[in-house]
């Protein structure tokens, strides 16, 4: 191996199985993934244990982890390049977790925007885990000595309290923890609603219409497009409170490689129906082989059970490492 080899940094990132995975999900991490995986160390993850922060059938919860494992492979990560795992099959996440949730204050949690909003969602359900469930991605992130961490804007904050976690830590005991930074890129990082732009595009909403998810249909995604809400003018370009085209525009860039600029000279002289024509079609082309690659996966669950298998393997020992360590600082007997 060369010296820029042992040199890359280290990745990790996750996502939830909860639902149907969107195309926010998509273009505002999964697709950088996949771009990093040849030039950074990754390790990516099906955050199980943080789904159960919200009430799962269990039955459901099973298939949600094979569906979302399959389609981290469906999108291109590759398990000779990248660590992929099921975060509850390496118990240190669950340790470190809660040797971190003693170095969280109740102030810092209380601030955290996902909790506000999960706990006005799930009003009947407001448990210490959907509070703590910060500590956990700490702990995610931490063990892995992780220096990026590619997510949507709405993780940011996860982010932030991670690096304060890390650093009092740290203060205490000595440099246990590599301090992580956020990677989030400008275009695609926060997908909004297609039908009420204001609002993040999530697979909660219970207008089918608003979101579109990575294994729609070609036909469902088009109508999703094409009913897609925009505004009474009818020039393609960015503007300013013009939620509904800035997102169109946004998708359309991210998948294309285009600027906003480009675009808006593409769809110079011609209305939004074709504009929106061209951006359900660039989005059903770009998940097309997804959709292709999953069926092969999702059909095989003994390939996939080598490969998440393996992952864990390999993902357990980074994380005893760093748990051992970060036990013996404390003072523990091990
Ligand atoms: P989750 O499962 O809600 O979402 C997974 C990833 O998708 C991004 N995302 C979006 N990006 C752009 N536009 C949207 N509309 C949109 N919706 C979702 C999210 O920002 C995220 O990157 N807590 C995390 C999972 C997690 C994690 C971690 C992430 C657990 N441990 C450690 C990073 C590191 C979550 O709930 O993501």
């Known amino acids: 191996m060369s010296e820029i080899e042992l040199e890359k940094k280290r990745v990790f990132s996750a996502i939830q199985p909860s ?53 981290l492979l469906a999108i291109g990560l590759q398990p000779q390049e990248s660590i992929i795992f099921i975060q509850s ?24 925007t996902q909790f506000k909003d999960k706990s ?27 220096d990026l961490v590619p997510v949507g804007a709405d993780q940011k904050q996860h982010i932030e309290i991670t690096r304060d976690i890390a650093t009092r830590f740290n203060n205490i005991y000595g440099d246990v923890f590599t301090i ?6 400008k275009i695609g990082a926060r997908v909004m609603s297609l039908q009420e732009p204001t609002k993040k595009m999530s697979k909660s909403d219970e207008n089918v219409n608003a979101w579109v998810a990575i294994l729609d249909s070609p036909e469902d995604i088009m109508r999703k497009f094409k009913r897609a809400m925009t505004d ?60 292709e690659k999953y069926e092969y996966y999702i059909k095989d669950k003994k390939e996939l059970e080598a ?6 393997e390999k993902a357990e020992k980074i994380a005893n490492r ?10 523990f007997v091990i």
């Open 180 to 185: 992580p930074e956020p990677y989030i890129r």
């Open 322 to 331: 760093t748990l051992g360590k970060a036990m013996k600082k404390i003072g």
């Open 89 to 112: 099959h390496v118990s240190a996440h669950s340790q470190l977790a809660w040797l971190l949730s003693c170095y969280t204050q109740f102030g810092e949690l209380s601030r955290m």
């Open 19 to 71: 639902g149907m995975l969107t195309l926010g999900n998509y273009l505002g991490a999964l697709k950088n993934w996949k771009d990093m995986q040849n030039d950074y160390d990754c390790l990516f993850s099906v955050a199980d244990l943080h789904a159960i922060t919200v009430r799962q059938e269990p039955a459901k919860l099973r298939q949600q982890v094979y569906t979302t494992a399959a389609l």
């Open 307 to 312: 490969i998440y298998k393996i992952g864990a």
């Open 232 to 291: 009474s003018d009818s020039n393609v370009c960015v503007g300013e409170g013009r939620d509904g085209v800035n997102n169109l525009i946004g998708i359309y860039s991210a998948i294309t490689h285009r600027t906003a600029d480009q675009v808006a000279a593409e769809f110079e002289g011609k209305g939004y129906g074709d504009f929106k024509k061209a951006v359900g079609e660039a989005v059903v082309e770009e998940l097309r082989p997804v959709r």
């Open 120 to 146: 006005q969602k799930h009003a009947d359900n407001v448990n210490a885990g959907l509070f703590s469930y910060p500590s956990l991605m700490a702990a995610d992130i931490l063990l892995y000595h992780s």
